[in-house]
């Protein structure tokens, strides 16, 4: 970690907070970056970092008119969370009203509604195994496997998988198709037994060894056991009969999901309850879809208004007047009016940790840096 020290009578700290994350700076950052897989910077490179500095007035100018404009942001972004969460509440009282009668032990059951066990309705369940993969995902016509993110946020995301490398054996019969109801067999409590039915997916994806693929009988409606699936009844039950060693990931039994007992609706109502069910939960999933573009185009509102205000192109009714702030901007023309300066001293001391109580072998040391612009 590094500490930074401005110099007040040139650099409001709030103003730096902002302009560390322009566009402009983090480039630089990226850049200078050295190292592999984890990266760092190193103090000479901060050094060499180029900002654009206004003066003292046009800063605090400008973070007038940035709180303003943040403060509206978080506003509308506070709205959009509760928003999601209660789109979240809403999908779930929809799945329990559209199955009935969930409460062990089933007592009242309306007219033509049965007594059973999940395995009843479910003809066969099929696993996938482990292939060695690459980090990245499938292209073209690569295979690839289905990450446990595929099934955790309540519809069937494709794009989470792992590309199978050029070598393995491939068993087609694991490729994923439309209509399939998936099952994660293995994640953390949490999403363990997440459920999803598959409305659309690209060829050649497969199952993982973490995902089943339920095979509904044949009077058994799909789209009725894919919701029931996420009932807040079975989603408890599959969560008292998970296992694990590491308290982080549990798993469950294909036995442990059979024996599960459930309403079974007729096969009638079935259909009815599995198209009302599925066409809410649609619904949910694009309210839900448009909230999180909402969420991420006010993050792109936010950081365009840093690099607006970090390049001398934000404007609004505080602080300076239009001819004080035309006469504060013209140090340098270009992209940028300000002053444009690197960071300047540098230093750095060593500190021990203490070592009291600790093995000689495992000391550990750290440097703390700091500098001053």
Known sequence: MMRVRVRPEILHPEYLAHLWQSSQVREQLEAAAGGGRRRSLAIRALQEVRLPLPPLAEQHRILDILRERFWRLDRGGEALRRAAVGVTLLQDAAHDALTPCCDAPFENLPPG??????????????????????????????????????????????????????????????????????????????????????ATCRPRLLLSDKSLRLVPERDIDGRWLAQLLATSYVRTQIAQRSRGVVASMQHISQASLRDIPIPIAPPGEQVWLGQRATAWTLGAQRLYSQMQKAREKSEWLRRALID???????????????????????????????VDDSIGRS?????????????????????QLEFEI
């Open 347 to 367: 230093g750095h001391r060593a500190a021990a940790w203490s070592t009291a109580g600790r093995d000689p072998k495992t000391t550990i040391s750290a440097v």
């Open 308 to 338: 607006a205000a970090c390049t001398g192109r934000l404007v609004g009714p505080a602080g300076f007047g239009t001819a004080q702030r035309e006469s504060a901007l013209s140090v340098r023309p270009g992209p940028s009016p300000w």
């Open 113 to 198: 509604w049965s007594r059973g066990q999940l395995g009843d309705v479910i003809k066969r369940m099929e696993a996938g195994r482990s292939l060695e993969c690459n980090r990245r995902p499938a292209q073209g016509d690569e295979w690839g496997v289905i990450k446990t993110s595929a099934m955790t946020r309540g519809a069937f995301r494709e794009t989470e998988n792992k590309a199978v490398r050029a070598g393995a054996r491939i068993n087609e019969a694991c490729e994923i198709r439309a209509g399939d109801i998936l099952l994660c067999r293995a994640n953390s409590p949490d999403h363990v037994g997440a459920s999803v039915q598959v």
